[in-house]
């Protein structure tokens, strides 16, 4: 009886963790601002371990948004993406003003679907490299983690735009920019197995 338990128990990990696969379809997102001395950040995305999109910012406001693949379809979509990025990378400094000694803030957000397929991102943020505060998107929850995250999460009560603005656009963060690259990739792919 127990091997044949061992062998359930095993088949059940399995199927629960087939979402770690490396080639299952993950999606991941994170950020960095500095803010001590002169003011910088950098935004990367990953599907599947494979980076899709970078973004990065000085203090002159120069920015660059970039695609691995650049087709015409790809830098118009670096558009809107470059839209929602220079809006957080600008915002999120403006939250971290009103605390006592932030100078380094990083964002992580993991993209999940829940079983009906919808698509939500889960927030986790880093204050000098100490994991500050937790924000579940689907649940509208957030977690503080240490009085730099209570902090962060008084600045996120007292702004709801740049709360509303995390929970609009994670559908698109998590569903549209991957779906386009992978279809991207797709139409690459078949068009080198055509030469």
């Given at each position: 009886m127990a091997p044949k338990w061992n062998l359930l128990q095993l088949l059940l990990l399995l199927w629960v963790c087939s979402w770690a696969r490396p080639d299952a379809h993950s999606v991941f997102y994170n950020f960095t601002i500095t803010m001590n001395?002169?003011?910088?950040?950098?935004?990367?995305?990953?599907?599947?371990?494979?980076?899709?999109?970078?973004?990065?910012?000085?203090?002159?406001?120069?920015?660059?948004?970039?695609?691995?693949?650049?087709?015409?379809?790809?830098?118009?979509?670096?558009?809107?993406?470059?839209?929602?990025?220079?809006?957080?990378?600008?915002?999120?400094?403006?939250?971290?003003?009103?605390?006592?000694?932030?100078?380094?803030?990083?964002?992580?957000?993991?993209?999940?679907?829940?079983v009906n397929g919808r698509a939500f991102g889960s927030w986790n943020f880093y204050i000098n490299g100490n994991k500050a505060l937790q924000f579940d998107l689907k649940n509208k929850n957030r977690t503080e983690l240490s009085r730099e995250g209570a902090q962060l999460n008084n600045a996120l009560k007292n702004d709801k735009y740049m709360i509303g603005f995390l929970l609009n656009n994670s559908p698109k963060m998590c569903n549209s920019w991957p779906e386009e690259m992978r279809n991207h990739q797709d139409e690459e792919s078949n068009t080198t197995d055509g030469d």
């Amino acid at each position: 009886m127990a091997p044949k338990w061992n062998l359930l128990q095993l088949l059940l990990l399995l199927w629960v963790c087939s979402w770690a696969r490396p080639d299952a379809h993950s999606v991941f997102y994170n950020f960095t601002i500095t803010m001590n001395g002169n003011p910088w950040c950098e935004f990367g995305g990953q599907v599947r371990g494979k980076t899709f999109l970078q973004y990065t910012c000085s203090q002159r406001a120069k920015c660059d948004c970039y695609r691995l693949s650049m087709t015409r379809k790809e830098k118009e979509t670096c558009k809107e993406e470059d839209e929602i990025l220079k809006y957080l990378t600008e915002e999120f400094p403006k939250l971290l003003d009103d605390m006592t000694y932030p100078h380094t803030l990083k964002g992580e957000m993991t993209c999940q679907s829940d079983v009906n397929g919808r698509a939500f991102g889960s927030w986790n943020f880093y204050i000098n490299g100490n994991k500050a505060l937790q924000f579940d998107l689907k649940n509208k929850n957030r977690t503080e983690l240490s009085r730099e995250g209570a902090q962060l999460n008084n600045a996120l009560k007292n702004d709801k735009y740049m709360i509303g603005f995390l929970l609009n656009n994670s559908p698109k963060m998590c569903n549209s920019w991957p779906e386009e690259m992978r279809n991207h990739q797709d139409e690459e792919s078949n068009t080198t197995d055509g030469d």
